[in-house]
């Protein structure tokens, strides 16, 4: 039986659902009202910005490095542009699978991957890393065709830096690397994350490392205006990158070749300097290493080898090796004694070859002695003996208060970090230096063996050239340095550097004639004849021969019977012209014996390629063609 609904009952339901749906509707319509207003009113400047931020993109123009030019404008360090094929490890799901696909089109090799590996451990997650640096154009390709492949892999057009010079010079120059957690812990530190946004090196070594503000100049951003899909659309604005500032340099690279190429196969250290300013011509570290081998991060095997080589290639030798300056020390010792009287020119003293002291027995090293020796000769034929006795009646005490004028147990101040202090005993200095009190007492014999270069006195070879530049000049201090100026890329325009610190010491001129004639007696008729006999130029100079252990009471030194490491270091040093000197210069051979046998030669080619350059006195001066004067 079919039931009938009243008319009047169905339209009263319908009404009333009606009003239910209209009601939900407007409580629907309410809610979205106030969800607009949340959004569009309330939070309207918050979300206008992450919106903007969707839009707009801030993408960093990093800056082009300065340069490192040589004093003739070579250029040291160079830029040059290559495509890198890098990855976004934060975008990527199977790395491994990846890698051995991208494989297949790009030719990665194990160390590509190990290098990969090790930066990413140094790297934050969202930067992207190289895996293969110096693309050529046809690897570029067979990527651009299949890059859809491969999300969070790109193609980029980078810098390098480059060190055309290799070896030569790479502990001035240091070298750049992949900026770390440690580096960028720094920048943070110094408030210089805006300035390093996209920045991927940073300077880690020589000057590279102590000009990293100058050279790396100031970033540049552009607001580029993107797509939904993250397509850059347009530019809306750009400030542009200042590149880095150029060095100029006081090295002056023929020089540093000639030097490097004397010292090669040794272990050693050449400097060579200008002791009227202070400019640094050559400064040579030997062995040395590539600095292109760090610039995308040195592999495993190559740092081994650097890092354990006894021979030490990584050490700076010129500004962190210490050494006895052996009988180079001696011109310094008859300044002080002509200085504060304890003898004049022609005070003579009787050698036998040896000198007794309480019970012990100094020896010469000539048997027999030098028998009877002025001021001239205990230069010219280095008489241990008269250093001695001098040593004796002058006492610690004078010899420490003189040195320091000269720089000796101070760093010099040169502009690279590392250089080391060396050591000028004292009483104070063995106070500080020992615990035992027995071993804190200065014993008068100690005397002896400083003032022949010997005991506790160890210097760098930058503070003995230094020094010896000081002594040439008559008192001259000036402050050794590597940047003399900076240059604008853009412009050229060159700003000089101002000299620092250069004052000049209360010495009598006619004390000073005195060392510097016996000094060129050294290579007229003493210790380094041989070595420089005919030469055009005119020099002063001292041979050195420091030991590198204590012989015994009565001990006698072969040589033959020694082992290589354990075999004396061979110093020489030198200043030309004698009247008005240009260049002054220290060489060190490691276990390399006598000085006029190892180290001289290193300063006659030295001194040789400088005169070849440089005006001699009445003579031209040789100009390489090419070459800016």
């Given at each position: 039986?079919?039931?009938?609904?009243?008319?009047?009952?169905?339209?009263?339901?319908?009404?009333?659902?009606?009003?239910?749906?209209?009601?939900?509707?407007?409580?629907?319509?309410?809610?979205?009202?106030?969800?607009?207003?949340?959004?569009?009113?309330?939070?309207?400047?918050?979300?206008?910005?992450?919106?903007?931020?969707?839009?707009?993109?801030?993408?960093?123009?990093?800056?082009?490095?300065?340069?490192i030019l040589d004093r003739n404008r070579t250029v040291l360090t160079d830029n040059y542009s290559a495509y890198t094929l890098e990855i976004t490890p934060s975008?990527?799901?199977?790395?491994?699978?990846?890698?051995?696909?991208?494989?297949?089109?790009?030719?990665?090799?194990?160390?590509?991957?190990?290098?990969?590996?090790?930066?990413?451990?140094?790297?934050?997650?969202?930067?992207?890393?190289?895996?293969?640096?110096?693309?050529?154009?046809?690897?570029?390709?067979?990527?651009?065709?299949?890059?859809?492949?491969?999300?969070?892999?790109?193609?980029?057009?980078?810098?390098?830096?480059?060190?055309?010079?290799?070896?030569?010079?790479?502990?001035?120059?240091?070298?750049?690397?992949?900026?770390?957690?440690?580096?960028?812990?720094?920048?943070?530190?110094?408030?210089?994350?805006?300035?390093?946004?996209?920045?991927?090196?940073?300077?880690?070594?020589?000057?590279?490392?102590?000009?990293?503000?100058?050279?790396?100049?100031?970033?540049?951003?552009?607001?580029?205006?993107?797509?939904?899909?993250?397509?850059?659309?347009?530019?809306?604005?750009?400030?542009?990158?200042?590149?880095?500032?150029?060095?100029?340099?006081?090295?002056?690279?023929?020089?540093?070749?000639?030097?490097?190429?004397?010292?090669?196969?040794?272990?050693?250290?050449?400097?060579?300097?200008?002791?009227?300013?202070?400019?640094?011509?050559?400064?040579?570290?030997?062995?040395?290493?590539?600095?292109?081998?760090?610039?995308?991060?040195?592999?495993?095997?190559?740092?081994?080898?650097?890092?354990?080589?006894?021979?030490?290639?990584?050490?700076?030798?010129?500004?962190?090796?210490?050494?006895?300056?052996?009988?180079?020390?001696?011109?310094?010792?008859?300044?002080?004694?002509?200085?504060?009287?304890?003898?004049?020119?022609?005070?003579?003293?009787?050698?036998?070859?040896?000198?007794?002291?309480?019970?012990?027995?100094?020896?010469?090293?000539?048997?027999?002695?030098?028998?009877?020796?002025?001021?001239?000769?205990?230069?010219?034929?280095?008489?241990?003996?008269?250093?001695?006795?001098?040593?004796?009646?002058?006492?610690?005490?004078?010899?420490?208060?003189?040195?320091?004028?000269?720089?000796?147990?101070?760093?010099?101040?040169?502009?690279?970090?590392?250089?080391?202090?060396?050591?000028?005993?004292?009483?104070?200095?063995?106070?500080?230096?020992?615990?035992?009190?027995?071993?804190?007492?200065?014993?008068?014999g100690e005397t002896i063996s400083v003032a022949i270069g010997q005991g506790y006195n160890h210097y760098t070879p930058i503070q003995v050239a230094h020094a010896?530049?000081?002594?040439?000049?008559?008192?001259?201090?000036?402050?050794?340095?590597?940047?003399?100026?900076?240059?604008?890329?853009?412009?050229?325009?060159?700003?000089?550097?101002?000299?620092?610190?250069?004052?000049?010491?209360?010495?009598?001129?006619?004390?000073?004639?005195?060392?510097?004639?016996?000094?060129?007696?050294?290579?007229?008729?003493?210790?380094?004849?041989?070595?420089?006999?005919?030469?055009?130029?005119?020099?002063?100079?001292?041979?050195?021969?420091?030991?590198?252990?204590?012989?015994?009471?009565?001990?006698?030194?072969?040589?033959?019977?020694?082992?290589?490491?354990?075999?004396?270091?061979?110093?020489?040093?030198?200043?030309?012209?004698?009247?008005?000197?240009?260049?002054?210069?220290?060489?060190?051979?490691?276990?390399?014996?006598?000085?006029?046998?190892?180290?001289?030669?290193?300063?006659?080619?030295?001194?040789?390629?400088?005169?070849?350059?440089?005006?001699?006195?009445?003579?031209?001066?040789?100009?390489?063609?090419?070459?800016?004067?």
């Amino acid at each position: 039986m079919t039931e009938f609904k009243h008319p009047e009952q169905t339209l009263k339901e319908f009404r009333l659902r009606l009003l239910i749906g209209a009601a939900a509707v407007f409580l629907f319509f309410l809610v979205l009202l106030g969800r607009l207003t949340w959004l569009q009113v309330i939070n309207y400047d918050k979300y206008q910005s992450k919106a903007e931020d969707n839009r707009i993109t801030i993408v960093p123009l990093v800056p082009n490095r300065g340069l490192i030019l040589d004093r003739n404008r070579t250029v040291l360090t160079d830029n040059y542009s290559a495509y890198t094929l890098e990855i976004t490890p934060s975008r990527v799901n199977h790395l491994d699978k990846l890698l051995d696909d991208l494989s297949k089109i790009v030719e990665i090799t194990p160390l590509d991957k190990r290098r990969f590996k090790k930066l990413r451990f140094e790297s934050k997650r969202f930067e992207s890393i190289p895996i293969r640096t110096r693309l050529t154009d046809q690897e570029v390709a067979r990527f651009a065709v299949q890059s859809y492949r491969f999300p969070g892999v790109e193609i980029r057009a980078r810098l390098f830096r480059q060190y055309p010079f290799g070896e030569d010079a790479a502990h001035v120059l240091g070298y750049i690397g992949r900026i770390s957690e440690r580096d960028q812990n720094a920048i943070d530190d110094s408030d210089q994350s805006d300035n390093y946004r996209g920045t991927v090196y940073i300077g880690k070594d020589g000057l590279e490392k102590r000009y990293e503000t100058e050279l790396h100049g100031k970033t540049g951003f552009e607001e580029v205006e993107t797509s939904a899909a993250g397509r850059a659309v347009r530019v809306l604005s750009r400030s542009p990158a200042i590149p880095g500032k150029n060095l100029i340099l006081s090295l002056d690279i023929r020089l540093q070749e000639v030097a490097e190429k004397a010292l090669e196969g040794k272990r050693g250290a050449v400097v060579a300097l200008d002791p009227n300013t202070g400019d640094i011509l050559a400064m040579v570290s030997r062995p040395s290493f590539d600095p292109n081998l760090f610039v995308e991060g040195i592999d495993s095997e190559n740092w081994k080898a650097l890092n354990e080589s006894p021979d030490k290639p990584l050490l700076n030798r010129p500004l962190a090796g210490t050494y006895p300056p052996g009988s180079t020390f001696k011109p310094f010792m008859a300044l002080a004694a002509l200085e504060k009287g304890f003898r004049t020119p022609s005070y003579a003293i009787h050698d036998p070859g040896y000198f007794d002291f309480g019970e012990r027995r100094f020896r010469d090293d000539k048997p027999g002695g030098h028998g009877l020796v002025d001021m001239y000769r205990s230069i010219s034929e280095s008489c241990d003996t008269y250093y001695y006795m001098l040593g004796s009646e002058m006492g610690i005490d004078v010899i420490s208060d003189f040195m320091p004028q000269f720089g000796f147990g101070q760093k010099t101040g040169v502009d690279l970090d590392g250089e080391r202090t060396g050591t000028l005993p004292s009483r104070a200095w063995k106070a500080r230096q020992f615990k035992r009190p027995e071993a804190q007492r200065w014993y008068s014999g100690e005397t002896i063996s400083v003032a022949i270069g010997q005991g506790y006195n160890h210097y760098t070879p930058i503070q003995v050239a230094h020094a010896v530049g000081v002594l040439a000049t008559g008192g001259l201090v000036a402050k050794p340095r590597l940047v003399t100026a900076y240059q604008n890329p853009v412009t050229g325009e060159i700003t000089p550097k101002p000299l620092e610190d250069m004052h000049q010491l209360n010495l009598n001129p006619k004390n000073v004639a005195v060392i510097k004639n016996a000094m060129q007696g050294v290579v007229l008729d003493g210790t380094a004849k041989a070595v420089f006999a005919g030469v055009p130029y005119t020099l002063g100079g001292k041979t050195g021969t420091a030991q590198v252990f204590s012989l015994k009471e009565g001990e006698k030194y072969k040589a033959s019977e020694v082992a290589d490491r354990l075999k004396d270091h061979g110093w020489f040093v030198a200043f030309s012209p004698v009247d008005k000197p240009q260049i002054a210069i220290a060489v060190i051979v490691e276990n390399g014996g006598f000085g006029a046998q190892a180290a001289a030669p290193v300063v006659k080619a030295t001194l040789d390629e400088y005169w070849k350059i440089h005006p001699i006195p009445g003579q031209p001066a040789a100009n390489p063609q090419g070459v800016n004067q």
